[in-house]
């Protein structure tokens, strides 16, 4: 199976939170990132967690990770039309990541 | 603020065909990669570039492709002899430094979308 992974598709209606989820199989993975992409653009970095660590909370994106499962996800609060891109989960032990497929986040009214 | 430039934004080339990608990373950053992402797949490291050498570079950055920095401000990618299968999106990446740093520091491009016939 692939390294990282995600479900390609999201849909949310405005206002509502999204979970987006990604799962991993490297454990050695010292750093665990999501990224965004608007359209035209390039990868932004959103969020990243430490391994060590099991919550990250930065205004309205929630990063939790279970390290047991190898399992990343983000929460977006009050999900926005804004917010509507494809979110990449990485997992790096270096300065070079390693990105999952994107997820599309569709926010529809 | 300073972003990381591509250009083209889009390029159809023949197979065969020699093709360069241009960036303009950020001006005071020293670590250049690349990166691409064919179409439904996920982003995939290509090369990373420092003080006018390769430092690091992936299975799929074979004899076909190069980089170069040709003046201060341009990073290039070429590709010799385009496959069909090179048709992708490719990314351009820049960082400050890598002493201490992560890839929280890498700023990426908009990205360079190759299609080839």
């Known amino acids: 199976g692939e390294d990282v992974e995600q479900s390609l598709f999201l849909s949310v209606r405005e206002g509502d939170s999204s979970v987006i989820n990604c799962t991993y199989t490297d454990s050695s993975s010292t750093y665990l990132y999501w990224y965004k992409q608007e359209p035209g653009a390039g990868l932004q970095l959103l969020t990243y967690i430490f391994s060590n660590m099991d919550m990250k909370q930065d205004q309205r994106l929630t990063v939790l990770l279970n390290k047991k499962d190898k399992h990343l996800s983000l929460r977006i609060a009050d999900t926005q039309t804004g917010d509507s891109a494809i979110y990449f989960c990485a997992r790096g032990g270096s300065y070079i990541p390693t990105f999952g497929r994107g997820t599309s986040l569709i926010v529809h009214p | 603020e300073p972003e990381v430039t591509q250009t083209p934004s889009h390029q159809v080339t023949q197979m065969g065909q020699e093709v360069i990608l241009r960036c303009v990373p950020i001006?005071?950053?020293?670590?250049f990669y690349w990166y691409r992402q064919i179409l439904g797949q996920k982003v995939e490291f290509l090369v990373s570039f420092y003080n006018n050498e390769i430092s690091e570079k992936s299975e799929i950055f074979d004899d076909q492709f190069s980089v170069e920095r040709p003046d201060g401000s341009n990073f290039t990618l070429k590709i010799r002899s385009t496959k069909l299968e090179d048709s992708a999106m490719y990314f351009c990446?820049?960082?400050?430094?890598?002493?201490?740093?992560?890839?929280?520091?890498?700023?990426f491009g908009p990205g360079t979308r190759l299609t080839v016939t």
């Open positions: 001006s005071n950053h020293l670590y």
């Open positions: 990446a820049s960082s400050p430094g890598l002493a201490g740093a992560t890839v929280t520091e890498q700023y």
